[in-house]
């Protein structure tokens, strides 16, 4: 019987520093020469997590951007894909002019994925992010709506603190075009309001990703609350011990914190 382990990034195989530590790359890549299914599922841009993971071997495609997207791993290449229809994307941003709030959006312009932004606009929050990406080849700085909202877009992130975004959380939240994702950020005091496509979940990403690599049964690893879809469609989810609440209440199991290497304790004593 054919296994997929599945596991987030931030909080869960990465440490708080937001790196790999030795350990947990040691026990992964033992596994996988063993012939271990591994892949990992992310809020990460595919740019963000293949640099961060780059001592992993994991040949299996991978689900990026909370399940927008399922990509190759060593090509690159788009195997799933999630887009806004001109349509939402226009009743979204109507919306976030009406709360004089300015995303950063997310989109593929002429067949290269880009993130643009409006400097002046930015908040406290988007500013740590944008700061953490001054390098980052898909930053797109514009100067007004219309070339802020442009190209095929995919995802809008609405970074700030509590006051600022429980107005857009609470519209969005049961809008039924979109997957609203609403958690605070656990490299900063910010708080993140991130909007997908009603698809684009890690849930149906991690099926069809299971499906793709005909694997009967499915291991997860989480510890945030867009982990929630991911733990719902597995057969077995483990928790992190600093994973929000919500999360540990719906897992199999509690495990070890991500400064502990959980996932690669798991690993140890379970399948290697």
Same mark, same amino acid.
């Given at each position: ?8 990034l931030d909080?869960?195989?990465?440490r *708080?520093? %937001?790196?790999?530590?030795? /350990?947990?790359?040691?026990?992964v890549? /033992? ?11 992310t %809020? /990460?841009?595919?740019?963000?997590? *293949?640099?961060?993971?780059?001592g992993?071997n994991?040949?299996?495609?991978v689900i990026c951007y909370? #399940?927008?997207f399922i990509?190759e791993? +060593? ?5 799933l894909?999630n887009y ?10 109507r919306?976030?002019? &009406?709360?004089?709030?300015s995303?950063i959006?997310?989109a593929y312009? +002429? #067949?290269? &994925?880009r @993130?643009?932004?409006? $400097?002046h606009?930015?908040s %406290? #929050?988007?500013?740590?992010f944008?700061?953490s990406?001054?390098?980052?080849? /898909?930053r ?13 877009i995919f995802?809008?992130s609405c970074? #700030?603190d509590e ?8 519209i969005?939240?049961n809008d ?5 994702i609403?958690q605070? $950020?656990?490299?900063?005091d %910010?708080h993140w309001c991130?909007l997908?496509p ?10 069809r990703l299971?499906t793709m690599?005909?694997?009967d049964?499915m291991v997860v690893?989480? $510890?945030?609350?867009?982990?929630l879809s991911? @733990?719902?469609v597995?057969d077995?989810?483990y928790?992190?011990a600093?994973?929000v ?5 719906i897992?199999?199991?509690?495990i070890d ?12 004593n +379970?399948?290697l």
């Open positions: 019987m054919k296994t997929l382990h599945l596991s987030d909080g869960t195989l990465l *708080s520093d %937001a790196c790999l530590s030795e /350990r947990t790359t040691d026990v890549n /033992r596994f996988v020469q063993k012939g271990g299914c591994f892949s990992y599922a %809020a /990460r841009s595919f740019v963000s997590a *293949s640099q961060i993971t780059a992993l994991i040949g299996h495609p909370n #399940g927008a990509i791993n +060593n090509t690159k290449k788009l195997l894909t806004f229809t001109r349509e939402e994307a226009n009743a979204i941003r919306i976030l002019t &009406e709360k004089k709030f995303p959006v997310y312009i +002429n #067949g290269e &994925e @993130f643009s932004f409006i $400097d606009n930015v %406290a #929050g988007m500013r740590f944008l700061d990406r001054l390098d980052d080849v /898909r797109r700085e514009v100067r007004n709506d219309d070339d802020l909202y442009c190209g095929e995802c809008f970074i #700030g006051a600022q975004l429980a107005p857009v959380y609470g969005f939240r039924s075009r979109i997957n609203c609403y605070k $950020d656990i490299y900063s %910010a991130e997908l009603k698809e684009a979940t890690k849930a149906n990403a991690a099926i299971k690599l005909d694997c049964r690893f989480g $510890d945030g609350r867009n982990d991911l @733990f719902s597995a077995e989810s928790a992190m600093n994973a609440p919500e999360l540990k209440e897992a199999t199991a509690v914190s991500n400064d502990n290497d959980g996932v690669a304790g798991w690993l140890e +379970n399948v």
